[in-house]
């Protein structure tokens, strides 16, 4: 049992290792002007695709890294219970209202801290998290 919630946490560490660099790399190709409507955080409808196509590949590569360290389903299900709590955490905690216009030039961490997502996207992330832990983990539970 200690084996598989090793693997639900070292799987955790990669999805959010992989997340991280995927998103800086976004970041850097876009930047500001494309990752927010002009003069506001809200973000786009084109931004939130990506962002989820983003976490179903971060949430993959952790479900395979869990499976792999793990060796059986059980470090899989509790990688998915633990993106499915924290998710929902997060979903429940009410965004801080970002005041005034958004400047032309912002670093990747006050966008993070700032962006506006719609509300449905909080709600639909940690889902996309476990469908993509559990398909990381598919070949390797077979």
Same mark, same amino acid.
């Given at each position: 049992? +200690? #084996?598989?919630? +090793?693997?639900?946490i070292v799987g955790y560490i990669a999805m959010a290792a ?12 876009? %930047?500001?002007? #494309? ?7 809200? *973000?786009? *409808?084109? @931004?939130? +695709?990506?962002q989820l196509v983003l976490g179903l590949v971060g949430a ?7 499976? #792999?360290?793990?060796? /059986?389903a059980r470090g899989a299900t509790i990688l998915i219970g633990? *993106?499915?709590?924290?998710? *929902? ?10 005041? %005034?216009? !958004?400047? /032309? /030039? ?7 801290? #700032?962006? !506006?997502?719609?509300? @449905? ?12 832990? @559990? ?8």
């Amino acid at each position: 049992m +200690l #084996r598989n919630i +090793l693997a639900a946490i070292v799987g955790y560490i990669a999805m959010a290792a992989v997340l991280f660099a995927l998103f800086s790399l976004l970041w850097l190709t876009v %930047g500001p002007s #494309r990752a927010f409507e002009p003069g506001s955080w809200e *973000v786009p *409808v084109g @931004w939130v +695709l990506v962002q989820l196509v983003l976490g179903l590949v971060g949430a993959y590569i952790g479900g395979h890294v869990c499976a #792999r360290v793990a060796h /059986d389903a059980r470090g899989a299900t509790i990688l998915i219970g633990l *993106v499915i709590v924290l998710g *929902v955490v997060n979903a429940l905690i009410p965004p801080e209202m970002a005041l %005034g216009l !958004r400047p /032309d /030039d912002v670093s990747m961490m006050e966008a993070t801290a #700032r962006a !506006r997502q719609p509300a @449905w996207f909080n709600w639909l992330n940690p889902l996309i998290g476990a469908v993509g832990v @559990w398909f990381g983990s598919w070949k390797l539970r077979a």
